[in-house]
């Protein structure tokens, strides 16, 4: 009876602090919800104190990754390089809605492998709305493709999501057989979202663009700022081919651009840093603790004997069901908690690698379904509300349900 009670406070508690992640009522930070909620159970005894620590530290790549990856995308925003790019972008569409449509694509898909989802999602953004009020093009076409090609890019190697680092952990494949894997698959991924983006905004981006004037020149820092990711995107994938912590690596990286610019250019850093979203990472932290806590209710035990069993009898159905699950799961309950626990999953159970690979695939790519499912799409709302810019819920979904099922399948078909 006992652990009958415990379980239903834990699970309360979790469904409590996702509804506050999802919804922030009264505007309390997503982190307080995620946080307040993880120290809440362990000081009432309901997660031990010494496993609440253990889970915290269980994230520490993800923090320096994420920390790593939003130095970069802060010192690329304010020294103006993707607005540069979005401009180029604009220039050589040469006032063709739908040169331009595949070149903010092709840009998207570019950042995001290399900077990760969030920095498409938080950084390009601004630049790509920016731009389209210049060519007075409708915005909306544009920058729903930051938001979709966020998500699709996001497997096509190790440094392209944070959820990666969390459902593989320390089981994290070596680069050559991480591209066997999902090279196929992302490639479908992205072609399916690509073909029903175009389709849904053909007569939007069918539209000529007004012309603009010449291309602003890229500053010094803009300059060393390309540098320093370009280099970053190698060491990455250098580090990823040797297995390396991709997490440490990515925080040096930004740590070592950031001096760099702000000794050439003789500035501190801390102006810069306090714009960095610094708020990601208690959340992490608490659903580290979340994700441990659901776990002793015993329901991660029992999903990963269900899978294990369903393997035994078919790989293949496994698979899709592994994937599938976990793209709904990560639109009800978002992405990040539903990769600890795929991971977990994973971990536990006997499975075939492709079955693994479908649980990361359906973490990464079913978050396109709705504006709840990952960090990325919450983030690109944010932006967009900075910006003037109001995307409902229901809009966001009446878009995704022809964009992420198509493209889910296509991934898991050619897994």
């Known amino acids: 009876?006992?652990?009958?009670?415990?379980?239903?406070?834990?699970?309360?508690?979790?469904?409590?602090?996702?509804?506050?992640?999802?919804?922030?009522?009264?505007?309390?930070?997503?982190?307080?919800?995620?946080?307040?909620?993880?120290?809440?159970?362990?000081?009432?005894?309901?997660?031990?104190?010494?496993?609440?620590?253990?889970?915290?530290?269980?994230?520490?790549?993800?923090?320096?990754?994420?920390?790593?990856?939003?130095?970069?995308?802060?010192l690329a925003r304010q020294e103006g390089l993707f607005d540069w790019l979005a401009a180029y972008a604009v220039g050589h569409a040469k006032g063709s809605g739908r040169r331009l449509f595949d070149l903010v694509f092709l840009v998207g898909t570019v950042v995001t492998i290399f900077l990760s989802n969030d920095a498409t999602a938080v950084v390009l953004t601004p630049a790509v709305y920016a731009?389209?009020?210049?060519?007075?093009?409708?915005?909306?076409?544009?920058?729903?493709?930051?938001?979709?090609?966020?998500?699709?890019?996001?497997?096509?190697?190790?440094?392209?999501?944070?959820?990666?680092?969390?459902?593989?952990?320390?089981?994290?494949?070596?680069l050559p057989e991480w591209l066997r894997q999902f090279t196929l698959p992302s490639l479908a991924a992205i072609g399916m979202t690509y073909l029903v983006l175009h389709l849904a905004h053909r007569r939007q981006i069918a539209r000529p663009l007004a012309a603009l004037a010449a291309q602003p020149a890229l500053s010094e820092g803009g300059r060393l700022c390309a540098i320093g990711v370009g280099v970053t995107g190698s060491v990455l994938l250098v580090t990823s081919a040797m297995k390396g912590p991709l997490g440490l690596t990515t925080f040096c990286a930004g740590a070592a651009t950031l001096a760099l610019i702000c000794l050439r250019q003789r500035r501190s850093p801390l102006p810069m840093l306090r714009h960095v979203s610094w708020g990601v990472l208690p959340l992490v932290a608490g659903l580290f603790v979340l994700?441990?806590?659901?776990?002793?209710?015993?329901?991660?035990?029992?999903?990963?004997?269900?899978?294990?069993?369903?393997a035994r009898r078919s790989p293949t159905e496994a698979g899709w069901a592994a994937g599938v699950a976990?793209?709904?799961?990560?639109?009800?309950?978002?992405?990040?908690?539903?990769?600890?626990?795929a991971g977990s999953v994973g971990q536990m159970a006997d499975v075939p690698a492709q079955v693994r690979a479908a649980l990361l695939i359906g973490v990464d790519l079913g978050p396109n379904l709705s504006v709840t499912g990952s960090l990325a799409t919450m983030l690109w709302l944010v932006a967009l509300r900075r910006e003037g810019e109001h995307v409902s819920p229901l809009s966001f979904l009446r878009l995704g349900i022809l964009v992420m099922p198509p493209a889910l399948i296509a991934a898991l078909l050619l897994l």
Not at 132 to 159: E, G, T
């Open 131 to 174: 731009a389209c009020k210049a060519a007075r093009a409708d915005p909306l076409p544009y920058l729903f493709v930051c938001a979709f090609v966020a998500n699709a890019a996001s497997f096509v190697l190790p440094i392209s999501n944070p959820a990666n680092l969390v459902v593989f952990g320390s089981h994290m494949p070596s």
């Open 1 to 74: 009876m006992q652990i009958s009670t415990t379980s239903m406070i834990i699970w309360m508690a979790t469904a409590v602090a996702t509804c506050g992640i999802l919804f922030r009522p009264w505007r309390v930070p997503e982190y307080a919800w995620a946080l307040g909620t993880a120290a809440l159970l362990t000081v009432a005894g309901l997660v031990p104190f010494g496993t609440a620590i253990a889970a915290v530290a269980e994230g520490t790549d993800v923090y320096l990754f994420l920390i790593g990856m939003m130095v970069l995308a802060e």
């Open 291 to 310: 994700v441990e806590a659901v776990a002793q209710t015993g329901v991660i035990q029992m999903a990963a004997q269900a899978l294990e069993d369903l």
């Open 326 to 341: 976990a793209a709904v799961l990560s639109n009800l309950a978002n992405n990040l908690p539903i990769g600890l626990v």
